[in-house]
């Protein structure tokens, strides 16, 4: 689930920093810059783990910051295929599930990837699994259920025009650059509650 990576990057060392260590100095940039963001077909970077390299800094005319070459190690979260994770679910509707983690929200359960059997309420704005005739299991938002990664989707994300960025339209839904496609269709996946 978490991954050491090596990542390369030409990072901007700012001027009121030259009297700090020029690890520190890089390394604090280097967390503001990719802490907490996505790197295409990486995943989730948590944070900076160690500097392998550090070339020599470049001055740039006009500016007063020195530009170094890095590589650098860090900690990506970024779960494999058939890999079992526990969340919440946060929303259900006709077209699935929502699952959140607590750092992480863009899993989705397709309602094909749910179990046989299993029907949406719209009066209840919760999916009904039926494994027999008799019971009824419901999942609900909140609720603590396992479920199984099937797909790693990453989209580029293009920048928004000034005019676009200007422009009072109602708000948009925000569009992510990574997110996890899941499935709940063998036994101890589910809610958490079914299989204690």
């Known amino acids: ?4 990576s090596e990542v390369s990057d030409l990072v901007r060392i700012p001027p009121h920093t030259f009297n700090i260590p020029i690890q520190h100095a890089i390394t604090d940039e280097l967390n503001q810059k990719f802490a907490n963001k ?5 995943g989730l970077v948590v944070t900076i783990w ?16 020195a530009y170094v ?3 650098f190690r860090c900690i990506v979260w970024k779960p494999f295929v058939g890999e079992v994770l526990t969340g919440w679910v946060s929303e259900c509707n006709p077209q699935g599930i929502k ?5 992480f929200d863009d899993i989705v359960i397709p309602k094909d990837y749910l179990f046989e ?5 719209p009066n209840e704005n919760a999916w009904v699994w039926q494994p027999d005739e008799e019971t009824e299991l419901f999942i609900d938002v909140n609720e603590k259920i396992r479920f199984r990664v099937e797909e790693e989707l990453f ?4 920048p928004k025009s000034s005019t676009e960025a200007l422009a009072l339209e109602e708000p948009e839904k925000k569009s992510t650059p990574y997110a996890l ?13 079914w299989w204690s």
């Open 1 to 4: 689930m978490f991954v050491l």
């Open 38 to 42: 996505v790197i295409s077909n990486l």
């Open 50 to 65: 160690d500097l392998l390299d550090i070339k020599d800094g470049l001055l740039k005319p006009g500016d007063g910051g």
């Open 69 to 71: 070459d890095v590589r």
């Open 99 to 103: 699952v959140k983690l607590e750092f």
């Open 117 to 121: 059997n299993c029907t949406f309420k």
């Open 155 to 158: 989209f580029n994300i293009k």
């Open 181 to 193: 496609k899941a499935s709940m269709q063998s036994e101890g996946l589910g809610c958490v509650s």
